[in-house]
Antibody, heavy 122, light 105 residues
Framework: QVQLVESGGGLVKPGGSLRLSCVGS?????????MTWMRQPPGKGLEWISY????????SYAESVKGRFTISRDNAKKSAFLLMDSLRPEDTAVYFC??????????????WGQGVMVTVSS | SYEVSQPPSVSVSPGQTVTITCSGH??????VSWYQHKAGQSPVMVIF???KRPSGIPERFYASKSGNTASLTISGAQAIDEADYYC????????FGGGTKLTVL
């Protein structure tokens, strides 16, 4: 079955950096699957952060993280990454990796990881 | 930026029917997905492309869209359905509603 497993979360000081990883299994990672990162701050709702195309040639970012976060992927390792620089306290959240759907419109996210906590605090 | 709105909370008695709405400008022309999210777990897609139910999702979950409002209906609600529900669409980028907390009591 499809699995997405995130890692790399933790406690970091404001202005610091962190790199999240997401490893996929149970599906062909390169089959036109866009990979996406979302987050959920404590007590708040889901927020889309970024996505990357299957080849890695196209990326998009939410305005709240543009210029600070970088998404990438290594298809050989069936992995997607999120490099987070210049972290702020408001970046504190559970971060989820999700797979964008392949059939039809593809305007949905059919599998999600369990999430990893990122805390930005001094 | 584009926004969609959901009621913060709804409640239902076990076995009854409940509807959660998602409203947005020109939402009728967009695809809407719905996700169930229980605390400490991964979100689960329960509806995609506005009305389609993924395999493994019970038939008591169904969705519709009319005008600028999309609706998720759970018929015969059960205690296990208690969760936060989010609608999601696209408008230049991914857009989530603020979420609706469903209480089954």
């Amino acid at each position: 079955q499809v699995q997405l497993v995130e890692s790399g979360g933790g406690l970091v000081k404001p202005g610091g950096s962190l790199r999240l990883s997401c490893v996929g299994s149970g599906f062909t990672f390169t089959d036109d699957y866009y990979m996406t990162w979302m987050r959920q701050p404590p007590g708040k709702g889901l927020e889309w952060i970024s996505y990357i195309s299957s080849s890695g040639s196209y990326m998009s970012y939410a305005e709240s993280v543009k210029g600070r976060f970088t998404i990438s992927r290594d298809n050989a390792k069936k992995s997607a990454f999120l490099l987070m620089d210049s972290l702020r306290p408001e970046d504190t959240a559970v971060y989820f990796c999700a797979r964008r759907g392949l059939g039809g419109s593809g305007d949905y996210f059919d599998h999600w990881g369990q999430g990893v906590m990122v805390t930005v605090s001094s | 930026s584009y926004e969609v709105s959901q009621p913060p909370s709804v409640s239902v008695s076990p076995g009854q029917t409940v509807t959660i709405t998602c409203s947005g400008h020109k939402l009728g022309g967009k695809y809407v997905s719905w996700y169930q999210h229980k605390a400490g777990q991964s979100p689960v897609m329960v509806i995609f492309e506005s009305t389609k139910r993924p395999s493994g999702i019970p038939e008591r979950f169904y969705a519709s869209k009319s005008g600028n409002t999309a609706s998720l209906t759970i018929s015969g609600a059960q205690a296990i359905d208690e969760a936060d529900y989010y609608c999601q669409t696209w408008d230049k980028s991914v857009v989530f509603g603020g979420g609706t907390k469903l209480t089954v009591l």
